[in-house]
């Protein structure tokens, strides 16, 4: 009853400022919306039973969710619906582009709508979440949908059979390499079991460039580093494991998300170790057969594993009632209870707070620790490099990553190349914005 009355008050505030435009009638019916995300399998199901249960816990407004294939796939369509002038009211982004789609004018401030509602409690998100949720002008764009770092999940049977210890293994990637190389199996043909499997991708990639040293730029973020030997030595050992060594197994290809359930499937049915992966890959996991570890570091150094949000945004080109339909939807999917509903089904982190005070919650990761090794790894965590030249670094870094992963090209020379590009990108960006 007391959350009840907590969106009945929201709906009033949001109510109240439908009204002030001048009407003197309320609108017929709830406020439609569509909500566009790009998660599948039972992340999809379960943000749509979010959806489904909101619906029914008020008649103001109903929400549609519109899936695409993924995070990517969601970005690109937004552009084209703006593009057509046919925008939904809210979706979930990547942090990576919200300046850029606020600095176009694509998505719209929350400000005025947080301010609306008396008991909205801003300073109950988890600070590191809601930091990327500010744009450059200092405006709130966005709310924190759920919190995500990639941890390692291991079979106990591969590890138990052969004599291999969790916390020895996970010591640092080249202890993690010799026990891979303990479990790999090979028969005449090839691999027929991988002792650790990465995601496709510059992430992992990344997290163990920076478990390294690495870094993107320097202090002055003037000269990129993306040819130091930091970046260099732990791309060519990664590359050795994949490719010369056979220890790593790698997917790669396909649609959406189809490598990164593949990889799941190696784990879950038998053809590998253990993986590197989302916090959100719990709801995919069984944990009577795999357990969740925080990352290792590089050579003796300390990890330093990305954590980051995915972000609730209101599109600008949604009419004046959606735009505050879709807050008081993104108000509900952030409330504690749900956020702690979404982690406990997901395994991603909870943006708020007061959600480990939640009784389920608590009971919950009383029974299933694994869900708190996301939690424990996002306390040593870095933020994520947010490229303001337009994606063109990034670009250049999972191209190279394409080159080391799947090619085989040694990171010398894929690293040279993005170097280049990086350098030439962040030389462009400063002429162009100098005071």
């Not at 930091?131 to 590890?159: H, K, W």
């Not at 799941?264 to 916090?279: C, P, T």
């Amino acid at each position: 009853m007391k959350k009840q009355n907590r969106y009945a008050l929201i709906g009033i505030f949001l109510l109240g400022l439908l009204s002030c435009g001048g009407k003197t009638s309320a609108p017929s019916g709830p406020v439609r919306i569509d909500f566009w995300y790009g998660l599948g399998g039972k992340l999809g199901e379960t943000v749509e039973s979010i959806i489904a249960a909101f619906n029914e816990s008020q008649d103001e407004v109903f929400v549609t969710g519109v899936q695409q294939s993924s995070y990517q796939e969601t970005e690109r369509q937004l552009q084209a619906a703006v593009a057509a002038n046919k925008v939904p009211a809210a979706a979930i982004m990547r942090v990576y582009g919200l300046n850029t789609f606020a600095r176009r004018g694509i998505i719209a401030p929350l400000d005025s709508y947080i301010d609306a509602v008396p008991d909205f409690n801003k300073d109950d998100f988890i600070p590191s979440f809601l930091s990327y949720c500010y744009s450059d002008r200092n405006e709130i764009i966005a709310l924190p949908a759920y919190g995500t770092t990639q941890v390692m999940y291991y079979r106990m049977d591969a590890f138990r059979e052969a004599g291999v210890e969790p916390d020895e293994a996970f010591k640092s990637w080249q202890s993690l390499a010799e026990a891979a190389a303990k479990m790999t199996k090979r028969d005449r043909n090839g691999v027929t079991f991988y002792g650790w499997e990465l995601m496709w991708g510059s992430s992992n990639m990344m997290d163990i460039a920076y478990g390294n040293g690495a870094r993107h730029l320097s202090d002055d973020q003037r000269t990129a580093l993306l040819n130091t030997p930091e970046w260099v030595d732990s791309w060519e050992t990664v590359r050795r494991w994949i490719h010369d060594d056979q220890v790593f197994g790698l997917h790669y290809g396909g649609d959406g998300w189809e490598y990164w359930y593949k990889t799941i499937d190696d784990v879950m049915q038998g053809r590998a170790a253990g993986y590197l992966g989302s916090s959100g890959d719990q709801g995919d996991l069984d944990f009577n057969l795999v357990a969740a570890h925080v990352q290792p570091g590089y050579n003796g150094r300390p990890p330093l594993p990305y954590a980051e949000c995915l972000a609730l945004v209101a599109m600008s080109g949604a009419d004046a009632a959606q735009k505050q339909a879709a807050f008081r939807w993104m108000t509900y999917f952030t409330d504690a209870s749900v956020t702690a509903d979404f982690s406990m089904r997901t395994g991603y982190i909870p943006v708020r707070r007061s959600c480990t005070e939640n009784p389920e919650y608590m009971a919950y990761t009383a029974l299933n620790p694994q869900a708190l090794i996301p939690l424990k790894q996002a306390e040593f965590s870095r933020r994520s490099f947010i490229d303001f030249t337009g994606g063109k670094i990034d670009t250049a870094i999972e191209d190279a990553c394409d080159l080391v992963q799947i090619e085989n090209v040694p990171a010398a020379i894929a690293l040279a190349e993005a170097q280049k590009i990086a350098q030439s990108a962040l030389d462009e960006y400063w002429t162009e914005n100098e005071e």
